[in-house]
């Protein structure tokens, strides 16, 4: 008896070291990020560092102002599309599509999101790169090529969060609306999508969080010229291409400079999903 | 339900589970030396070498020729870059290094060891099917300013001149600028990418780019341009007149021993030279 | 009459959502395996790369793949389950402690990878000294898919009927007897589910990948070898131009990995249905 209430208490403490690990994978991802990144911010200065545009790190010229300028347009440029297809996708697969074939196509949105980054950076580059730099003129490696590639990636997420949030709203919101003489359409735009309004909104928060990030697909699309870019069709460089397009050859302040990168990019996503897990939980409690 | 003490106690028995880790991870690396140090008679035991991908295919065939010449050995080849080369064997990473440039003033203050395994010349290379057959340094440089925009003004078509660059740091790009733009910098207009395969990628499917790639990579997928009438050849890269050109190196953070010594004796053994040479680079003591 | 129009323009604007939607996943899809398949036979699958990939077959960054999920589901699935039954078994969820482990999940499942991989770099291959290794990469990757494995496991746990705990207690089980012998089973399905689809996400990583475990291609034997996965080689084969065939083998490979997951976590999750 005794030694069963030993091994119960053995139980409970590794069960509790399991539950501590993530908390101190993040403890120490913070700290690792912070204490390789944060020195050189502090040197160069953040205002200079984040905003300054001219990257010329062999010479001593941290500023990144171009690539944070370059990561926010390219997201925004895929979110313009795929948002708006996103979410219609979504409503029909929760609203109008027999629920068969929303199964069959929640299916589809499945394997979208399981196909890996690279796989659509190389799509990108050997099919969509020489179609612009064919068709529509300029070198390929572009804003628009980045913007189709990360759009295409970021639909999967849209599209299952904003899905859940129109499925969580109770059926009696459409019911009564359809009862007061309004039709499917109406009780849709009216009704449904306002109620489901914050959901769709995490939607799209998690969405731009994961076209900030990503990485490969971009690296290899966006021809990465770390300058600002003028059109849509000239090249342009994220923080993420930053980091993996220079970490081969950095050294010294140079390499401090991509880990100040990955800081900011750190950051920023934090604050993002803490926003929205925050937010979130705010609204449940309203809800209930 | 929140007090301080708990949360004390996750963090040392997490600490603890991490500590664990790190030392299975610090005895597999223990292993590998002291195999490393079985140099009397058989060569056994494995090593790494890291650093610049300009060198990493070299070092990838000779890494194979050698591990069918002496079975039971194990050669790892990373890629990383020039800098992360030195990084990685001054931190113990790695047990060579390969650079493909001069050591810099502060690299060569950690007293490292160098071997020169090749020349290798750069190449400025356009897609075969662009017009112009050669360039001055002077017009090179000026299209890398940013001054010359379009083919036609160096007596190629009226094209926009599609120009691409490698990235900050990289060895061939150091030698690039080096040896062609002196003091000034490249426009940042200029694509970016970070190898010199992805540069020869472009050159191939875009028929308005100009890049710089190594020698050893060039074929017949793209064209080398002559620089002031001389071409880009083994025999110009030797006797100097073609002056775009860098030593690919292999360095060690202390005398080499067993099979790290085994491995470079080999490279720069008549042998290891030939594979270099099929490879595309020069050698320097084979013809 | 005139809603009635405009509600058939928005109902084939719906419709065609989806069908760009689909077009976009065969286009892709497609496109691969037409391109790919001619690349895929035996020997790209047994043989190993040479000359840096531009001849020979895949078989070690086959090997590297498995191997470095292996290692991060090896790692990632005792603390994800354990920390799933800590919180829902031992009532810890609704304490600070679970509100604290809620937020570093949501937070951990949203870092970059690009983020991870920096970490893992200077982390597990310098700080730790454990080098580019199928360890230093399998640990990055595992703490990358623990928010997914928690969650699930999570998830699983809290659809075991209540009268499994009440039942087992009364005849006078312990807490843990009940664990193992009652809500494990009963959750396994649920759990696997959680575990292939992070399977999926590890084999697909690359960026990570690339800083943590090296782009060698040599055959990984050691937990302490470099290795280079399919999607690492995938991404220089293609941006080195080295063999575009074998790239295009390489992407198709990957994809029927992807499709062989995907269809894994589907029959299992209509296991769990089925219960």
Known sequence: MKKNKLSEGLVEILLRISAGASVLAIIIITVFIFYKGIPLIAKVGIIDFLFNLKWVPTNGSFGIGAMVIGSLAVTFCSLVWSVPLGIMTAILMAEIAPPKLADVLARFVELLAGIPSVVYGFFGLIVIVPFIRNHLGGVGLSVLAGAIVLGIMILPTIINISRDAILAIPKEYKENSLALGATHYQSIFRVILPAASSGIITAIVLGLGRAIGETMAVLMVTGNAAVLPDSLLAPVRTMTSNIVLEMGYAAGDHQAALFATGTVLFIFIVILNLAVSISMKAGTENGN | MFNRKKYFHYFILGSLLFMSLAVIGCGGSEKKDTANQGQSGELSGSITIAGSTSVQPFSEVLAEEFMTKYPGTEVNVQGGGSSQGVTAVVSKTADIGSVSRELKEEEKAENLKEYTLALDGIAIAVNPANKVEGLTLEQLKNIYLGNITNWSEVGGSDADITLVNREAGSGTRGAFEELVMGEDTISDKAIVQNSTGAVKTIIESDKNAIGYISLAVTDDKVKAVKIEGIEATADNIISGQYKIARPFIYITAEEPRGLAKAFIDYALSDEGQAIVVEEGAISKTLK | ?275
């Open chain 3, 1 to 275: 009459m005139a809603t009635r129009g405009k509600e058939k323009i928005i109902t084939v604007l719906f419709w065609l959502s989806a069908l760009v939607i689909t077009a976009i996943l065969a286009g892709i899809i497609g496109y691969i395996v037409v391109k790919g398949i001619s690349a895929i036979n035996w020997e790209f699958i047994s043989q190993p790369p040479s000359r840096a990939g531009k001849e020979g077959g895949i078989s070690t960054t086959i090997i590297g793949t498995i191997y470095l999920t292996l290692v991060a589901l090896l790692i990632a699935v005792p603390l994800g389950v354990g920390a799933a039954l800590y919180l829902e078994e031992y009532g810890r969820k609704n304490t600070m402690f679970g509100y604290v482990l809620k937020l570093t999940a949501e937070t951990l499942a949203g870092i970059p990878s690009i983020v991870y991989g920096l970490f893992g770099f200077v982390f597990f291959v310098i700080f730790l000294n454990m080098g580019w290794s199928i360890l230093s990469g399998g640990l990055t990757l595992a703490i990358m898919i623990l928010p997914t494995i928690t969650r699930t496991s999570q998830e699983a746990v809290i659809a075991v009927p209540q009268e499994y705990r009440s039942n087992s207690f009364a005849l006078g089980a312990t807490k843990w007897y009940t664990i193992k012998r009652l809500i494990l089973p009963a959750a396994a399905p649920g759990i696997i589910t959680g575990i292939i689809l992070s399977a999926g996400r590890a084999v697909g990583e690359s960026a990570a990948v690339l800083l943590t475990a090296g782009s060698s291609l040599g055959m990984p034997l050691n937990i302490t070898d470099p290795a280079r996965t399919m999607a690492v080689h995938l991404y220089i084969l293609a941006i080195e131009g080295i063999s575009m065939e074998r790239a295009f083998g390489t992407a198709l490979l990957i994809i029927v990995l992807i499709l062989i997951i995907n269809y894994l976590a589907n029959w299992s999750v209509r296991k769990v249905v089925r219960q």
